[in-house]
């Protein structure tokens, strides 16, 4: 993320059309780069917004992915410590209710 170091401004925008609120809201956000990073990216096509929105969302599930393991690992942690022959009578009890 070399790239996306310096400020970022985040300035909420809130779409109306006619009175009706849509349903997503967008939110700008800027980045300060050094000027040679600029003439490089002109020099090259690149266009900063669709790298910058990618490299955005690939943290963002990258961290989602983290939460959920450690999520995952104090769940079975819990679990655990119940016994098989736990799970075989709930299983049971269940099955004979339904």
Same mark, same amino acid.
């Given at each position: 993320?070399?790239?996306?170091?310096?400020y970022?401004y985040?300035?909420?925008?809130l779409?109306?059309?006619v009175? +009706?609120?849509?349903?997503s809201? +967008?939110?700008?956000v800027?980045?300060?780069i050094?000027?040679r990073?600029?003439m490089?990216l002109?020099?090259?096509g690149?266009k900063?917004?669709?790298?910058?929105?990618?490299?955005?969302e690939?943290e963002?599930?990258?961290r989602?992915?983290?939460?959920?393991?450690?999520?995952?690992?104090r769940?079975?942690?819990?679990?655990? $410590?119940?016994?098989?022959?736990?799970? $075989?009578?709930l299983i049971?009890a269940?099955?004979d209710?339904?």
């Amino acid at each position: 993320m070399e790239l996306f170091d310096g400020y970022l401004y985040v300035n909420l925008k809130l779409v109306y059309i006619v009175g +009706y609120l849509v349903v997503s809201e +967008y939110v700008t956000v800027s980045v300060k780069i050094p000027r040679r990073l600029k003439m490089l990216l002109d020099k090259y096509g690149v266009k900063p917004g669709p790298l910058i929105r990618r490299a955005l969302e690939g943290e963002v599930r990258r961290r989602r992915l983290e939460e959920l393991e450690a999520r995952a690992r104090r769940l079975a942690e819990e679990l655990a $410590v119940i016994s098989d022959e736990e799970i $075989v009578s709930l299983i049971r009890a269940d099955r004979d209710r339904g």
